[in-house]
Structure formats: structure tokens, C-alpha cells
């Protein structure tokens, strides 16, 4: 409510690519695990993994307050380097110098 975005257009670009990105990945994961699942009730319970990341990631709370082991599985999966970057890229701030690995 009021959040106003400083991101350049090329930044904004840089967020639409990387969501898409991201949604493809997981689009590719589902398709192997449906071509490759005997059921349909098979196919369908692979994709529950998937569905939990975010919430053990950086999206909602900051990883440094989390317990021990969580908090190790949310620094080094996937939905936290991209939820940061696209956190990063919002307000227009530098994202660093990769998304590819996190940032202490």
C-alpha cells in the first residue's frame, strides 16, 4: 500500500526475466516429474516440495531469525537468492555481484 518501485526499466526487465526464469525451472521439474510418475496421483505429489520453498526461504522472515538448521536450509536454496535479488532490485539498489550465490 504506497510502495513505489525506483527500478530503472532495465532493472524491471531484469525482475520479469528472472521470474520467468524461475517459473520456467519449475515448469521443466513438474514436466519430468509427470512424464516419469506411473499416476496421476504420483505426478501430482511431487510438486508439494515445490510448494513449500518459499515458505522456508527469506520471502516472508529474515533468514538470520530463524533456528539453526532452518535457517542453513533457507540461506542455501534457490527461492532466497531470488527473493533477494528481486528485493535488491525494487528500490533500484545494486543486487551484487551475482544471483548465483548468496550474499553473506
Known amino acids: 500500500m504506497g510502495f513505489r ?3 530503472s526499466p532495465g532493472a524491471g526487465l531484469a525482475i ?3 521470474l520467468v526464469l524461475f517459473t520456467l525451472a519449475l ?3 513438474a514436466v ?7 499416476t496421476v496421483e504420483g505426478a501430482s505429489a511431487f510438486s ?14 529474515p533468514a538470520t531469525s530463524m533456528p539453526g538448521p532452518v535457517a542453513w536450509f533457507a540461506e542455501n536454496q534457490p ?13 533500484d539498489q545494486p ?4 544471483i548465483w550465490t548468496r550474499s553473506p
Open 16 to 18: 520479469a526475466e528472472i
Open 48 to 61: 508439494y516440495p515445490q510448494i513449500f520453498l518459499p515458505f522456508i526461504s527469506s520471502a516472508f522472515v
Open 79 to 91: 527461492v532466497t537468492s531470488i527473493v533477494n535479488t528481486i528485493r535488491a532490485l525494487l528500490p
Open 27 to 29: 515448469t521443466w521439474l
Open 5 to 7: 518501485t525506483g527500478a
Open 95 to 98: 543486487a551484487g555481484d551475482s
Open 32 to 38: 519430468i516429474a509427470g512424464l516419469s510418475a506411473k
